[in-house]
């Protein structure tokens, strides 16, 4: 007698669009777009936008930074694979670390998976220093907290808020 096979649960996410090439909300939109048009991703919500200056790297444009949170039955490296192919189709060439890019989507969070492997570190082993990501996390949920790291709103009273600033009438619209 065989076991019935396990039914998939799905484990929320968290992903960071960051854009300052280009059409920044356009490539942003894009990406969004893009992110949920195959099958295995569930939309839940979409923070608002954020205009935030670079960190690290070389002397760039600002960004325009989002937060999306999803529901997903993918594998965390499968949706890695899905994020780094969005950036691609936008127009993402991967020449200098922490260089200016038309799209970057990083997984910041998945479910509670913890995760050291340096090609996908679970949870995002910067996102409690980054304003770029938590201001606008914290803005689409009020209440979230990164694992081993603690509340979102504590973190980013931490990181503080200088170079960040929410784009008042930018907004993104759920994919369709």
């Known amino acids: 007698m065989t076991a019935a096979p396990q039914p998939v649960l799905a484990r929320r996410v968290v992903l960071a669009l960051g854009s300052n090439l280009g059409q920044r909300q356009e490539n942003l939109q894009g990406g969004l777009d893009a992110l949920f048009d195959g099958p295995g991703l569930a939309f839940v919500a979409v923070s608002p936008v954020f205009e935030t200056e670079p960190v690290g790297g070389p002397e760039q444009p600002p960004y325009l930074n989002a937060v999306v949170l999803a529901d997903t039955w993918l594998p965390p490296r499968a949706l890695l694979e899905r994020c780094h192919a969005v950036e691609a189709v936008l127009g993402r060439v991967r020449e200098e670390v922490w260089g200016p890019r038309t799209l970057d989507v990083d997984l910041i969070v998945y479910g509670d998976e913890v ?62």
């Open 115 to 176: 995760s050291d492997d340096p090609e996908l570190t679970l949870p995002h082993p910067r996102a409690h220093e980054r304003a770029f990501v938590l201001a606008p996390w914290l803005a689409v949920d009020p209440e979230a907290v990164l694992g081993g790291r603690g509340r979102v709103a504590e973190l980013l009273s931490a990181a503080g808020t200088a170079g960040v600033r929410r784009l008042e009438g930018a907004a993104l619209q759920p994919p369709a």
